[in-house]
């Protein structure tokens, strides 16, 4: 198995656990799959288009958008897959971060190895930049055989500063489940 179907597994299992408790307490739920997860010919895969899990992480106060079009979290950097479940509980909303938090750094840009990120910046005001030419990001894994076989080569990744820090050392980070226990 690839990291890629054990993420879609456990991303599934969460996302169904959150399903069950809002059915269970008689709220209102609309759960979206991974981008990648994609099941066309459903309700939901007409949504894809219009919906984006990154701008609703940005609402939800979870992270901003980078440089390198990645979400990227003050916890665990851009190394993030994401579901979404839309629902009518009252639920406490934190504050939705309105601005990217990158700041003078330019790592991912300046180290891609394609060439594909601009260096533009996410904003609220400024919500879809251009941040990434996609064709030189196929190109570069097509021609490379340093990321053959992977989904992309992962540079902007590994170099963001905010990936290297570790979650463990971040005490404001709280996991709360589904039954309201942390």
Known sequence: RTLNADTLRILGKLQKK????????????????PDSDRINGTFISKLYKLFSHKVAATCSGLGWIGRNGLLISPSYGPRLSLVTVLTDA??????????????QCRLCV??????AL????WSRENPFPELIDFSKC????ET???VAGKPNCGFCINICPYGRRRPEEDT???VVTAEGGE
């Open 118 to 121: 601009s260096g533009e910046e």
């Open 138 to 141: 196929v190109s570069y894994k």
């Open 90 to 103: 009252p639920l406490e909303p934190d504050s939705p971060i309105e601005e990217s938090l990158c700041g």
């Open 144 to 146: 490379s055989k340093a």
């Open 110 to 115: 300046h180290l891609c190895p394609s060439g």
């Open 18 to 33: 959150a399903e069950r408790f809002l059915r269970g307490e008689g709220f209102r739920f609309l759960c979206i799959p």
């Open 172 to 174: 404001s980070t709280v």
